[in-house]
């Protein structure tokens, strides 16, 4: 029977095996749910210009909510397509939405509503615009796009002479941008300047899906190391048994 017994896994090796058991298998659910949840909600995009400096550069890879036009606010930084400005997607700010007003500029800054409108993630030491611009009203359903690289960007202000004075419209935003990924800059900050005309928009699920694949990594990796380190403690203990043994008894 003494044989027998240092065959089988002892009571408290079991356990252990079952605990590392089941905190891989949750952790390969968080893991891979998390990283499921993030390719449902987001596409990346690699921002090719530098009208978007310094808040995002030239080659920076960023996550892109994926939204509804009508979810745009104003201060948003979307990911949108119109035939008429280029035939790729394009990356601005959103400044003002269907039934604003726009002009540009009172003392360097940007208007809005006639609210001069704080904006904190310009380059430093730089006007809101270069070049001013009279007075646009919205249009319903629409938007104005600026870059935050004013002089070194093809927005709104150089579509000014078209019929839709330089709008955009809802529909043809897909995305909502979160983060700048690679580099490693996090979460983009938010447009406070906006506040007073409006609700800003609510970071995306971003956070929650990195949280859930660090939580499920953690996991997996932290109960394959358990359950190899009870497993060698098992057999350890087990020796020790088998040593303490009389010799008649094996």
């Known amino acids: 029977m003494s044989g027998e017994s240092t065959t089988r896994t002892a009571p408290g090796g079991r356990a252990a095996q079952r605990i590392s058991g089941i905190a891989v ?54 990911v949108f397509k119109d035939s008429s400005w280029a035939n790729a997607p394009m990356v601005k700010r959103v400044v003002a939405v269907g039934g604003d007003t726009v002009a540009c500029c009172q003392k360097g800054k940007l208007k809005v509503n006639g609210k001069v409108i704080e904006e904190p993630y310009l380059p430093s030491g730089t006007p809101a615009e270069i070049m001013d611009f009279p007075t646009v009203t919205v249009p319903d359903g629409r938007l ?24 955009v419209a809802r529909a043809a935003v897909s995305a909502r941008v979160d983060a700048v990924v690679w580099p490693m800059d996090g979460m983009l900050a938010r447009p406070t300047g906006f506040e007073a005309l409006g609700p800003l928009s609510s970071p995306g699920p971003l956070r929650t899906v990195v949280a859930l694949v660090i939580a499920g990594m953690v996991l997996v990796l932290g109960g394959a190391a358990y359950g190899s380190l009870a497993k060698r403690a098992a057999a350890a203990r087990a020796a020790r048994t088998r040593t303490k043994e009389p010799a008649g008894a094996r």
């Open 25 to 78: 298998a949750l952790g390969l659910v968080l893991f891979l749910g998390g990283f499921a949840w993030g390719a449902v909600v987001y596409r990346p995009y690699t921002v090719p210009t530098g009208s978007m400096v310094p808040t995002i550069k030239i080659g920076d890879r960023v996550l892109a909510q994926r939204v509804d036009g009508d979810e745009v606010r104003r201060g948003d930084v979307v």
């Open 144 to 167: 104005f796009l600026l870059g935050d690289e004013r002089d070194n960007s093809v927005d709104s202000t150089a579509h000014l002479t078209d019929a839709a004075r330089g709008t």
